[in-house]
């Protein structure tokens, strides 16, 4: 049993957050450091994927988002780009990694650009965990936070145009309603492994009051107990939204 376990039955200390996010960093040089391909590192980290899930499920976190491919990985050599989407495709078709779990599975980014059988995969596996009552994953999956503010005001703009908005009543709960992430409550907890302490253009309208956690940790080695530190990290923040204290 954990420690989060075991202080979480002797107290009420620990706050478990409703929506963690995580920036599923450093697989790339988890590889390297053992003279692998950066795919094997992938490979690794799609494995600790399945793993924290499981884990925040069994805690009672509601929402968990992961960052997976940004639109900025495209960059990358090809050969790793799609090592990266030949994993997710294992995964997807590995039905009971989500289905068995009682995970629903929900995609977030622009995935209309990815290839049909992918983009088929994505939708069946969306449609195949809906019933799920457990943890709600988002996969973040050429997800760039830039970007998808940007669909958003293109979406917003056209409804102006066709006179279905008075854009001088627009809301901020508007704009929160036209993000991939309409409808969930915004992360509490954004947790960054791999020892980079920026946010990586990783949901920049949705983190404005979320608490951070880092670890040099790369995600490939990265444990439940890491989960444990961050929760209880994040129990003990006083999260004043701009109150006074
Ligand atoms: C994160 O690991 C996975 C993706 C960005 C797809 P990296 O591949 O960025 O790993 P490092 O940062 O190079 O170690
Ligand atoms: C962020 O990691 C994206 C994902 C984890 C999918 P990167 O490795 O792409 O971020 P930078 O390039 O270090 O900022
Ligand atoms: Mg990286």
Not at 42 to 60: D, E, L, M, P, V
Not at 68 to 84: H, L, M, Q
Request: charged share 30%.
């Amino acid at each position: 049993m954990s420690l989060f376990f075991r202080r979480k039955k002797q107290s009420d200390a620990v706050t478990v957050p409703q929506h963690i996010a995580i920036i599923m960093d450093g697989n790339g040089r988890w590889a390297k450091r053992r003279g692998l391909p950066r795919t094997a590192g992938h490979s690794a980290g799609a494995s600790t994927f399945k793993t924290i899930a499981r884990y925040c499920n069994k805690i009672g976190v509601k929402y968990l988002t992961v960052y997976a491919f940004s639109t900025e990985n495209w960059k990358r050599p090809k050969a790793e780009v799609d090592g990266i989407m030949n994993i997710l495709r294992d995964y997807l078709l590995d039905t009971d990694s989500f289905k068995g779990e009682n995970i629903r599975l929900h995609f977030i980014g622009d995935t209309s650009v990815l290839s049909d059988e992918l983009k088929d995969l994505i939708a069946k596996s969306e449609q195949d965990s809906a019933d799920a009552t457990g943890l709600w994953v988002n996969i973040a999956l050429n997800y760039g936070g830039r970007d998808e503010i940007l669909h958003a005001v293109r979406a917003i703009a056209r409804d102006a145009c066709d006179g279905k908005v008075n854009i001088d009543s627009l809301t901020e709960q508007d704009i929160s309603d036209a993000m991939f992430t309409a409808g969930m409550p915004d992360p509490d907890l954004i947790i960054r492994p791999g020892g980079e302490h920026r946010i990586s253009n990783y949901l920049i309208w949705q983190s404005a009051y979320a608490e951070y956690w880092f670890t040099d940790r790369l995600w490939p080695d990265f444990k439940t107990d890491d989960i444990d530190a961050a929760i209880e990290s994040y129990s003990h923040r006083d999260r004043r939204f701009g109150n006074a204290k």
